[in-house]
């Protein structure tokens, strides 16, 4: 019998990137902000582990999710925060969230030719104490919003945020405004139902919940399978 | 940005690098945007030519790995860029023209990503200074940058000559920025929609009052009389990161671009009054989104006179829609109910 399979030479190309799922989730309220993470670092068929939360904390009143390749995660952060001493040590003052998601689009459009594989949004406070969010693509292109998904996960989750938080293609609504309650309730409910069917997503939840008090974390169980 | 180049603030060495130093940078070239190919380009006192230092990654295969001189044509056109495992933003309708009335610019707001619609509400139309809008096309990071980096130039020429730059003189600023980049795949598509202030001379007298071209705020400009020369009124210039640099009357940019063409082809004239000409400009996006996937969501209007530029609340197309289809649904029942009453009488 004829084999079918190829059984010439082929070509491996080296690829300097890696996926490492995760989903990254931010809600900005009136006064508040919430920056939320599942925990599972995976590539391919295997998890590396299962307690590797995706956000990180930057200022009192800032916080950044970043999903993608964990490699170019770490490194950008530890730039970020470089950046953010430096800033500290000539003016004398801590960055504000517009300020450093400004700062992050220039530094991530200065590798617009071997970019970060990283998907990042950043959630906190800004001047006036209101909650702000701020999403990026790999390359710098950035945007304020009141609530983003990013990560593997993101298009399952950014339309059930579209229609919880947004109110969007709903008839005959009441636009209520977010309460912290309700927002923390639903970005669990959400990322439970995220670890349901993604297969990069899981593990546990890590919740940092930005207010003017400071920055409180919670961390919740969601299915390790 | 721009006060910062201008005051010289440069207080440390690592202030100017993008990031900190890492252990593969005697490998990697960094590059200036500004390099010496350009010698007819005005750069600032201090080293401050640079709008952005680019890191260039060196792969094996690519000739920057084993050579250290720099070529006389532009680097980036001998990269190999690594391969991206993403897609980046692309697609829209934006749309431009001229009538008596001034200038007027239209965007959808959608931008897509593969396909996926990345944010369904993003400013395509963006503000430079009071009498100047760019619309923007092609990779949202890329325009978003290159906007900024104009915005930054226009200023500190401001703040150097105390007068505004003509629209003309802004795009060939901008075309020679981005002619460094033609061959790689930054890919920008900008319409500099604006009004022009003063006469046509280009050893003008300076204007003391620097306020009359305030940067990013739609004042009025109190009653300037400019001779109706040509070089001042409304413009429209097209720049494009392949190079080219057109002026014109009406330009649509994008995916949805041939179907607004198809629109406003047929319907432009310079008579039009401005609300007549707004509604032009919604309808022709509306054809657009309709039509194109890569385009939708709400239109952005703004329109540019002698006393600055306004801007149109953003609308929502979803009401748009479902009027032209009860307005489709009407034209249908009334000619059905004729024909009806023809076969009858």
Known sequence: MKDYHYSGPVEHKFSPYSFNGGTVLAVAGEDFAIVASDTRLSEGYSIHSRDSPKCYKLTDTTVIGCSGFHGDCLTLTKIIDARLKMYKHSNNKTMTSGAIAAMLSTILYGRRFFPYYVYNIIGGLDEH???????????????????KAGGSASAMLQPLLDNQIGFKNMEGVQHVPLTQEKA???????????????????????????????????TVALRKD | MALEDICGFED??????????????????????????????KKSVRNSGIPLQFFLPTLPNSPLFNQKYRSPFSPYKHLMTVRRPFP???????????????????????????????????????????????????????????????????????????????????????????????????CVALTLCGWDKEAGNTDSSFITDDSSCTVLSSQDVSAMAYPSSSNSGPKLIYVCSDGARLQGDIFSVGSGSPYAYGVLDGRLRWNLSK???????????????????????????????????????REELKEEYYRDMERRAKT??????????????
Not at chain 1, 203 to 211: G, N
Not at chain 2, 277 to 288: D, G, I, K, P
Request: charged share 25%; glycine share 8%.
């Open chain 2, 88 to 186: 980046l933003s692309h697609g829209t309708t934006t749309l431009g023209f001229i009538f008596q009335g001034g200038v007027i610019a239209a965007a959808d707001t959608r931008a897509s990503a593969g396909g996926l619609v990345a944010c369904p509400a993003v400013n395509k139309i963006t503000p430079i200074h009071s009498h100047l809008v760019v619309t923007s096309s092609g990779s949202g990071a890329d325009c978003m940058l290159w906007e900024r980096i104009l915005g930054r130039e226009i200023r500190l020429y401001q703040l150097r000559h105390r007068r505004c730059l003509s629209i003309r003189g802004t795009a060939k600023l901008l075309s020679f920025m981005l002619h460094p980049f033609k061959g790689t795949d930054v």
């Open chain 2, 12 to 41: 440390t060495p690592l202030h100017r690098k993008s990031f900190p130093a890492s252990h593969f940078e005697d490998t990697a070239t960094f590059f200036d945007c500004y390099n010496a190919e350009f010698r007819g380009l």
């Open chain 1, 129 to 147: 104490g209101k909650g702000a969010v701020y999403s990026f693509d790999p390359v710098g292109s950035y945007q304020r919003d009141t609530y």
């Open chain 2, 275 to 313: 609300e007549e000409a707004v509604s032009l400009a919604r309808e022709a996006v509306f054809r657009a989104t309709h039509r194109d996937a890569y385009s939708g969501n709400n239109v952005d209007l703004f329109h540019i006179t002698a006393q600055g530029w306004s801007q149109r609340k």
């Open chain 2, 332 to 345: 249908v029942e009334k000619g059905k109910r004729e024909t009806v009453l023809d076969a009858l009488g």
């Open chain 1, 184 to 218: 923390v309730q639903l970005v669990k409910d959400v990322f439970i139902s995220a670890a349901e069917r993604d297969v990069y997503t899981g593990d546990a939840l890590r919740l940092c919940i930005i207010t003017k008090e400071g920055i409180k974390e919670q």
